[in-house]
């Protein structure tokens, strides 16, 4: 029998495309649970979320097997999809063509501990947008 033990966290952020200060507190909270679905279905999980109106952090804790940049591409995806599609009128005052996310990505790997926690209050301490 083959046993593996792993903790594998990463810091992901993500920003909007031209880092249009266009995300609202209720898109965070639909982001949240987008990602949340998402990440389940890659045998991940969301330890920590937020956002400012411009960009967003995820804290992901995920296995060895994965390929972490097809799964940033899927999360980039699907939550665009849905933020675009859920928020349409009011995302046109943004956007003239489907986009959303800028192209790249940040992401930092996280060891267990002093810097997991750091990370997470780092995130949670994001200043919400206003609106």
């Known amino acids: 029998m083959n046993h ?10 993500l920003q909007v495309k031209y880092r249009h200060k266009c995300l609202t507190k209720d898109m965070l909270l639909r ?8 990440l389940t279905k890659w045998r991940s999980n969301l330890i920590e979320f937020s956002g400012e109106s411009d960009h ?11 390929n972490l940049s097809q799964l ?9 999809r849905y933020i ?3 928020y349409s009128d009011y995302l046109s005052q943004y956007f ?4 959303f996310w800028s ?3 940040g992401v930092k790997s996280i060891s ?19 609106r």
């Not at 593996?4 to 952020?13: D, G, P, S, V």
């Not at 967003?56 to 804790?61: Q, R």
């Not at 995130?123 to 919400?128: F, G, H, T």
């Open 56 to 66: 967003i952090h995820l804290v992901i804790e995920t296995h060895p097997s994965l």
């Open 96 to 99: 003239g063509k489907p986009y």
């Open 103 to 105: 192209k790249g990505y």
């Open 4 to 13: 593996a033990a792993f903790e594998i966290y990463y810091h992901l952020t």
């Open 112 to 130: 267990r501990g002093a810097d997991l926690t750091k990370i997470i209050e780092y995130v949670r301490n994001q200043e919400k947008p206003v």
């Open 31 to 38: 982001m949240e649970s987008i990602f949340r679905d998402t």
């Open 72 to 80: 940033v591409a899927n999360l980039k995806t699907v939550s665009s």
């Open 84 to 86: 675009r599609q859920e």
